[in-house]
């Protein structure tokens, strides 16, 4: 993807920038996080008994895998600054999981910018909203405003 300059993501504020592609949400990706993360919640591993004991026609993706795939979706959203050597994740004003997303679903994100500006130490601060839509429904599975840093090359401040 191509860099874009300070000046032409400043313009940039309050319109959309980037849409992920779709990212399958299966039950081995969401069985691989429960392991990860130690939370083996019958909700996102036990079809059978999510069916009898809920109101989900089937497992769950943990809202967490969820969360953790605004970084990948971010990768295909989002071009790099110009002189960017990496992106750190800064954190999170806000975040709100409104939907559940089945076993199964398709998901992607879309970003909007909110702000930017250039922290004393030349770092440029970002500051998104993020939408990640579920394939399908109108709902989506969840909104954050993300805070991120990009770092710049010396030679490009």
Not at 30 to 43: L, M, P, Q, R, V
Not at 71 to 92: D, K, V
């Amino acid at each position: 993807m191509q860099s874009v300059s300070f000046d032409d993501l400043r313009g940039s504020i309050g319109k959309p920038i980037g849409r992920s592609s779709w990212h399958l949400i299966d039950q081995p990706r969401i069985a691989a996080f429960a392991d990860i993360t130690d939370d083996h919640n019958f909700i996102h591993l036990d079809e059978q008994r999510v069916r009898a004991e809920t109101p989900f026609p089937t497992t769950i993706a943990h809202g967490f895998l969820t969360l953790s795939l605004l970084s990948a979706f971010a990768y295909e959203a989002i071009p790099p600054l110009e002189g960017q050597t990496t992106g750190i994740n800064y954190g999170f004003d806000e975040i709100r999981f409104l939907a559940p997303v089945p076993s199964g679903s398709r998901t992607r994100g879309n970003f909007t910018l909110l702000d930017l500006s250039t922290r004393p130490s030349g770092h440029v601060q970002f500051t998104w909203r993020v939408e990640v839509e579920i394939e399908g429904q109108e709902r989506p599975a969840l909104i954050a405003r993300w805070i991120t840093l990009a770092m710049i090359e010396e030679a490009a401040k």
